[in-house]
């Protein structure tokens, strides 16, 4: 069993940024994927960046290119989301996933575990 942990988000204004932080704990796999998902108001949840936890590699959807960049750390067991240039499209419940194998996916049905979210809202 795995839990995930977001904090970091918040209210800010356009052009600002933020970071998310999404602690693991628990039983962790050998080769996972983690990344981040949002679902805005009265919308479906989209896939927002990847990143292998065995090789680094990463995904971004085209919106956020550019301007959001995942990373790891492996000793606090935590992924990261650096949000820039923040537009109020961004706007949205985030939502920390985990994978468990090597293949990257964006379907958010293809994540196992998730955590509870944490809200950004960015002020046009």
């Known amino acids: 069993q795995v839990q995930l942990v977001e904090s970091g988000g918040g209210l800010v204004q356009a052009g600002g940024s933020l970071r998310l932080s999404c602690a693991a704990s628990?039983?962790?796999?050998?080769?996972?994927?983690m990344g981040w998902f949002r679902q805005p108001p009265g919308k479906e949840r989209e896939y927002v960046s990847i990143i292998s936890w065995s090789d680094g590699s990463t995904f971004y959807a085209d919106s956020v290119k550019g301007r959001f960049t995942i990373s790891r750390d492996h000793a606090k067991n935590t992924v990261y989301l650096q949000m820039n240039s923040l537009k109020p499209e961004d706007t949205a419940v985030y939502y920390c996933?985990?994978?468990?194998?090597?293949?990257?996916?964006?379907?958010?049905?293809?994540?196992?575990?998730w955590g509870q979210g944490t809200q950004v809202t960015v002020s046009s």
């Open positions: 628990g039983r962790t796999f050998s080769t996972y994927l």
């Open positions: 996933a985990l994978r468990a194998g090597a293949l990257f996916a964006v379907a958010w049905s293809s994540y196992d575990y």
